[in-house]
Every structure is written in structure tokens, then in C-alpha cells.
């Protein structure tokens, strides 16, 4: 089997061997995640391999100048539409009231929750009107499921539920006697 050249190797390759050539030396000797960030206590050079210092500091070194508050681009969120990253003050302006700079909080809200708020915002007349629509609604649908019965079961239905269903016994403790049927 004779040996393949770097020449021989795709482009691609070429930079992938090249870059890990030139930085095989930067890379720490241990494979884990640095936890601990603290200078190392040991004055052994062998200590500080894989834990890099790091120094804060509030000065300016001067090399990065300084800060300057920028307004654009900026991220703007909207309930319906989602997010849009706005680039000057014309677009921010071309948007509208309903878009906001912070995001926006996602409640899971139930479906009774929903309906309430809906309710609230309507006047008295409005909400009889839909409570008046919701019985028809639901007066229409018990029609369409009472069609196919027969006057027997129809009859059936027309009894009170409470009238048919026995109370539940009571449970006894272990002990007491049984209650009279005169006791109430």
C-alpha cells in the first residue's frame, strides 16, 4: 500500500490538516470541561495546564476603546407575528403599537380561561346575548342526538336522574352498628 501526500488530498482536507497543524500546541491535555476556574495553590507549572487564569478587571486596557451604546439593529417581539430584528428607526417606526422590545411571557392559559377574559371585555347585553346563543346551540345539538331514540328511551330520559339513581350506602366503621331505616 503506498502513502497518500497531502498534495494528493481534497482541498477541504488540505485546511482541516493545515489548521490542526498550526494549533496543535494551544489545545489542553485533559479531555473534560474545566470546572474549577480558581489559580491553581500548587507553584507547579505542570497544576496551571488545564486550569487557564482568567482576571476581571473594570479598567479599560485600551485596546478595545470605548463602549458605545448602539439602538440598531434590535430584536422586537409581537403576540402573533413572532420576533423581527429591526435594522434603523424608519423600520421601527413602520411597525406598529403591538410590537415591544422585551419578549413576550407565554402563560399556558386553559380553555375556560380564554373564554373568561373573552367575556369580560364584552357588555352586559352582548354576553346574554351569548349565553342565550350557547343554550340554542346546545338545545340544537341535544335534538340531533334524541332523533334516532325511540319513545321508550325518550320516555326514559324524561325521568329525573336523581329519582332513578340509589343513594350510595353508607360505609360502616368497623364496630358501629347499622343506622335504622327511622334515623335521619
Given amino acids: 500500500m503506498s502513502e497518500i501526500t497531502i498534495d494528493q488530498l481534497p482541498a477541504s482536507l488540505q485546511a482541516i490538516i493545515a489548521e490542526y497543524q498550526a494549533n496543535s500546541g494551544t489545545r489542553s491535555p485533559v479531555r473534560?470541561?474545566?470546572?474549577?476556574?480558581?489559580?491553581?495553590?500548587?507553584?507547579?507549572?505542570?497544576?496551571?495546564?488545564?486550569?487557564?487564569?482568567?482576571?476581571?478587571?473594570?479598567?479599560e486596557t485600551g485596546d478595545e476603546g470605548a463602549y458605545e451604546h448602539q439602538d440598531f439593529p434590535t430584536l422586537m417581539f409581537h403576540p402573533t407575528k413572532g420576533e423581527m430584528t429591526v435594522p434603523n428607526q424608519e423600520a421601527l417606526d413602520a411597525l406598529g403599537e403591538d410590537w415591544q422590545s422585551s419578549p413576550l411571557t407565554t402563560e399556558e392559559t386553559t380553555?375556560?380561561?380564554?373564554?373568561?377574559?373573552?367575556?369580560?371585555?364584552?357588555?352586559?347585553?352582548?354576553?346574554?346575548y351569548f349565553f342565550k346563543f350557547q343554550k340554542e346551540q346546545q338545545m340544537k345539538r341535544l335534538q340531533a342526538l334524541t332523533e334516532g331514540l325511540s319513545s321508550e328511551q325518550l320516555g326514559a330520559l324524561s325521568v329525573s336522574p336523581d329519582a332513578v339513581a340509589d343513594p350510595a350506602p353508607v360505609k360502616r366503621g368497623p364496630g358501629r352498628p347499622k343506622a335504622s331505616v327511622h334515623s335521619a
Fill in 32 to 59: 473534560q470541561q474545566l470546572r474549577d476556574l480558581r489559580t491553581p495553590r500548587s507553584t507547579n507549572p505542570k497544576a496551571r495546564l488545564h486550569r487557564p487564569t482568567f482576571f476581571a478587571s473594570a479598567e
Fill in 111 to 128: 380553555a375556560f380561561d380564554a373564554v373568561k377574559a373573552q367575556l369580560a371585555e364584552l357588555s352586559e347585553e352582548d354576553r346574554a
